[in-house]
């Protein structure tokens, strides 16, 4: 796929089919992504990935917690609400719920929410782990890493997520993936075939305007 249709199709699908994804593929996109930019080549970033049974085991796992009041989220990067970012930021993420109300209608929070439980039906969760005592340089080779993993699967004709959902519990994920005590899960990417018939795969967030984010010094 051209590089620029690469671009202009991906976004977050929030509904994934249940047809699976062979190891060998997920090898593929790990192995595209090692080739973003790392901070003096620090490479601090590791990757497990959850799928088939174990995935399944978490899934069910998250509903449950995500419905018990006695485990709050606490994520190692940690949620801020809406109004505690600056503006236009607040603009932009409340112009997001219109989104949904356009792509959903009223229902669209509340299939959400049904979505995120089943973590969006993710047929495979990249979980993005650094050291506890982490750089914060490593956060931006994370996130470069990610960005090319998630256009790596776009080109490789699959629908992608980074969501919160898949990090909310890391006391838990700390189990599940086995992850050595001095390592955190701090983004986790659903990926999977995307299913075109759900609505919750309509939601197309907006852009800002180029010129109200971009400013050219000559």
Known sequence: MEFSKVLATRQSKRWFSDKALPTGLLEELIAQAQQSPSWINSQSIQVTIAKGDKLNAMR???????????EPSRPYIPFRPISEWEEPA???????????????????????????????????????????????????????????????????????????????????????????????????????????????????SQRMPLKKMLNILD
């Open 60 to 70: 069910k796992q998250h509903a449950e917690l995500n419905h018990d009041d006695n």
């Open 90 to 204: 607040q603009f932009n993420m409340k112009g997001w719920f219109g989104d949904v109300q356009a792509a959903m209608g009223d229902e669209g929070s509340a299939k959400l929410a049904e979505a995120g439980d089943q973590l969006y039906n993710a047929q495979a969760v990249v979980y993005l782990t650094l050291p506890k005592n982490y750089s914060e340089w490593a956060l931006i080779d994370l996130g470069l890493f990610a960005d090319t993993l998630l256009l790596a699967a776009t080109d490789a004709g699959l629908g992608s997520i980074p969501a919160y959902q898949y990090v909310q519990y890391p006391d838990k994920l700390q189990e599940n993936l086995g992850l050595d005590e001095n390592r955190v899960p701090i983004l986790g990417i659903g990926l999977g075939y995307a299913d075109d018939h759900e609505g919750l795969n309509k939601i197309h």
